[in-house]
């Protein structure tokens, strides 16, 4: 049963134009979200990461929504460049009441971004 | 430069061979952690360590062995008990568990 879900395989947004990339979740006791980024044949690099407390986070071209109400998070980039091409993991961690199980990762969504 | 450092970046594995991938970390995480990535997958957790001398199986553990000797160390070893071992592995650290995870570089391992 997956706990957190990417249902977009992937997604293609034009140069300068926005990306979101959105995350769900089905586990209540999750309260860390974070978003990596990963190009082929690489580890994933951290993007940004929110906790619970907060509905919003920023880094520059990166921001992160949390609806806790909906389970719903998203990864805002503007604008959006060739180099944001790559995976993008969500990823929660918590405490899932059966005891420690490290982050738990979607499946990814495929951003790229054309000229 | 502080980092994750996995070894060999491809490896080849016999039918019934052991295997051993090699991960280092000197960034002083206390926690270390290994996921397999396959195509069209999300991250799945093979195994963590919290703490030296200690580990725990995550979702599929079937099919693999660590060892937390050091607290730089945590090798990965692939027995002949994986039937479908082809994947890319990545080890990961963080400073304590649950936290942001630091990826290492990954290790591609195929069945010849």
């Known amino acids: 049963d997956q706990q957190v879900k990417q249902n977009s395989p992937s997604l293609s947004v034009q140069e300068g134009r926005i990306s979101i990339l959105n995350c769900d979740y089905t586990n209540s006791m999750f309260d860390y979200f974070l978003w990596y980024k990963k190009y082929p044949a690489e580890g994933p690099t951290f993007l940004i990461s929110?906790?619970?407390?907060?509905d919003k986070n920023e880094d520059g071209r990166f921001t992160v929504f949390l609806n806790k109400s909906a389970k719903h998070l998203s990864l805002h980039i503007v604008p959006s460049q060739p180099g944001d091409s790559a995976v993008y993991f969500c990823a929660a961690s918590g405490n899932s009441g059966g005891g420690a199980d490290g982050l738990t990762f979607g499946k990814g969504t495929h951003l790229i971004i054309q000229p | 430069d502080g980092g994750i450092t996995q070894s060999p970046k491809y490896l080849f594995r016999k039918e019934g061979q052991n295997v051993t991938l090699s991960c280092e970390q000197n960034?002083?995480?206390?926690?270390m952690y290994w996921y397999r990535q396959d195509p069209g997958q999300g991250l799945r957790l093979i195994y963590y360590s919290q703490i030296v001398n200690d580990f725990q199986k995550g979702d599929i553990a079937e099919g693999y062995s660590v060892s937390r000797e050091k607290k730089e160390s945590f090798p990965l070893t692939v027995t002949s008990a994986q039937k479908n071992p082809t994947a890319f592995y990545l080890c990961?650290?963080?400073?304590?568990?649950?936290?942001?995870?630091?990826f290492g570089s990954g290790t591609q391992l195929s069945v010849l």
């Open positions: 929110i906790s619970s407390i907060k």
């Open positions: 990961a650290s963080s400073v304590s568990f649950n936290e942001k995870l630091f």
């Open positions: 960034l002083n995480h206390d926690a």
